[in-house]
């Protein structure tokens, strides 16, 4: 007796997502590595999409595409990595009520720059990174307004947001960079400022490597040729400059021992 090979249940199989895109892939698409290598990429597009489109986030969260932590300084993107994050707190909305901020004229400004900096370490916390771009695309404000809040945030608290310029060392900015430099001539350990400025090891000693270079070469030369010679910005050399006048005083500049 032959049994019907197309059962209910079967056709329905081939009603579903997977078997949809298998389809396309084996017969559209001019995919020619087989039924069992489309079957395993369907398979991990499919998850891919479970974990984006997951219907079990909690009120007031959001899945985001973020740059892996581990991509490092390369343009490139190869990958991305979901983090969760949670739209708006309820200590976030009271700051827009704040009788103080609104007195002050910032409380909006106060409310987005306390998000954008829970987002960022929300992120990291989860392996991943936000640019510039994602808090604008989160937020609806501009890149722009963006970094200014954020820039303004790390010098009012004396920190650094995890955001990818910062932890991938990209962009202009000497801040975080300065303030590595600073917390080593505290004393604090080259690890701990990694740890709780979310740097990578490689990072912080090559900010502080560049800062002891500048700092031998104000000794030998005259400060105006410092970039050339150390092939760091200006900017740098100035911070680094900065930092020597004020904790290690005893360093006799070149241009002070050769005055006449």
Not at 72 to 99: C, M, W, Y
Not at 146 to 164: G, K
Request: proline share 5%.
């Amino acid at each position: 007796m032959k049994t019907n090979s197309s059962t209910p249940q079967k056709r329905w199989a081939k009603r579903s997502l997977k078997q949809q895109l298998l389809y396309k892939f084996l017969n559209e698409y001019g995919y020619e590595r087989g039924a069992v290598v489309a079957e395993a990429i369907v398979t991990d597009i499919l998850q891919l999409i479970e974990e984006v489109y997951s219907d079990r986030l909690p009120p007031c969260y959001t899945n985001w595409p973020a740059v892996p932590v581990d991509n490092g300084k390369s343009p490139e993107i190869h990958q991305l990595v979901n983090v969760r994050l949670q739209l708006v707190t309820d200590e976030e909305v009271a700051l827009l009520n704040d009788q103080k901020l609104c007195g002050q004229r910032i409380a909006r400004k106060r409310f987005n720059q306390a998000r954008f900096v829970r987002w960022c370490r929300e992120a990291y916390d989860q392996g991943g990174v936000l640019t510039q771009l994602d808090l604008s695309l989160l937020s609806g404000l501009s890149a722009g307004m963006a970094s200014y809040l954020i820039r303004e945030y790390e010098q009012e608290h004396n920190t650094t947001v995890p955001i990818r310029g910062t932890v991938h060392d990209l962009g202009p900015s000497v801040t975080h960079k300065a303030e590595v430099v600073r917390r080593f001539l505290k004393g604090q350990s080259p690890a701990d400022i990694a740890f709780e400025l979310h740097h990578s090891q490689q990072a912080v000693d090559a900010y502080i490597k560049d800062y002891e270079t500048t700092r031998k070469l104000v000794q030998k030369f005259p400060l105006q040729e410092i970039p050339a010679l150390s092939g760091r910005a200006l900017s740098v050399v100035k911070e680094h400059v900065k930092l020597i006048r004020e904790y290690e005083p005893q360093v006799r500049f070149y241009d002070e021992t050769n005055e006449h």
